[in-house]
């Protein structure tokens, strides 16, 4: 059972340029939520996909994008990089399957890419 | 934002002695999770809780879910070495809706002498 798959594992960018990091949720997942995690902190959520659409955003710029594709993986984008975009960013899916109502989710995380913007 | 408080914020123990870590929040939350990191990771979910007063086991571990739902804790029994990482809290706020949307408490480290 592949549980989820982020790539690429680090990445080096400069001030300035774009990145996409993808992921692949875990096996009957079908829903992605993405999160950024500085040095020393807990995460912090980006948003999150289901259904193709994204579905809540925490406090971050439009300068972060995502997409979900029909096989359930997704895609996050980051314009215009800044220094303190470099963080660990990490991807967790969970299964919604179109259920409602006040029960929480379970997140599964991937190990993450871990960005440096120089 | 909302915030979670998670203390104590480092441990260091000897091999065998139980651990106790707890998070507390001033809002109300549907849900507790309780996920342990290593280095160059992603967090592992160790128990998840969804009900105001539950207590659930894996293993050596125990966590609560606070009767106020504010606050939660987790108990490791007869640490072990492997046990050595970041745990970190993280709730889903009532009304949030199932959006995915974790807080995560600023994480515990333990370490644990043999």
């Known amino acids: 059972d592949a549980g989820v798959t982020q790539s690429p594992t680090h990445l080096i960018k400069t001030r300035g340029q774009q990145v996409t990091l993808r992921c692949s949720p875990k096996?009957?997942?079908?829903?992605v939520s993405w999160y950024q995690q500085a040095l020393g902190q807990g995460p912090q959520f980006i948003f999150q996909?289901?259904?193709?659409?994204?579905?809540q955003r925490g406090n971050f710029p439009d300068r972060f994008s995502g997409h979900q594709f029909p096989n359930y993986s997704s895609e996050l984008n980051v314009n215009a990089l800044l220094l303190g975009d470099s963080a660990l960013y990490l991807c967790?899916?969970?299964?919604?399957?179109?259920?409602?109502?006040?029960?929480?989710?379970?997140?599964?995380f991937g190990s993450g890419t871990q960005l440096s913007v120089l | 934002g909302q915030q979670l408080n998670q203390s104590p914020q480092s441990m260091f123990i000897q091999e065998g002695e139980d651990v106790s870590m707890n998070c507390t929040s001033s809002?109300?939350?549907?849900?507790w999770l309780w996920y342990k990191q290593d280095p160059g990771e992603g967090p592992v979910l160790l128990i998840a809780?969804?009900?105001?007063?539950e207590l659930t086991s894996n293993g050596r571990l125990t966590a609560q879910f606070g009767i106020t739902r504010k606050d939660s804790f987790l108990n490791i029994s007869a640490s072990i070495p492997s046990d050595v990482g970041i745990y970190f809290c993280?709730?889903?706020?009532?009304?949030?809706?199932?959006?995915?949307?974790?807080?995560f408490g600023q994480g515990t480290t333990l370490q644990v002498k043999p």
């Open positions: 967790a899916s969970s299964f919604l399957g179109g259920t409602s109502g006040t029960k929480g989710e379970k997140l599964f």
């Open positions: 993280a709730g889903q706020l009532k009304g949030s809706g199932n959006t995915g949307k974790l807080i």
């Open positions: 996909y289901y259904e193709e659409e994204e579905r």
């Open positions: 809780l969804y009900k105001a007063g």
């Open positions: 096996s009957g997942h079908d829903t």
């Open positions: 809002s109300i939350f549907n849900t």
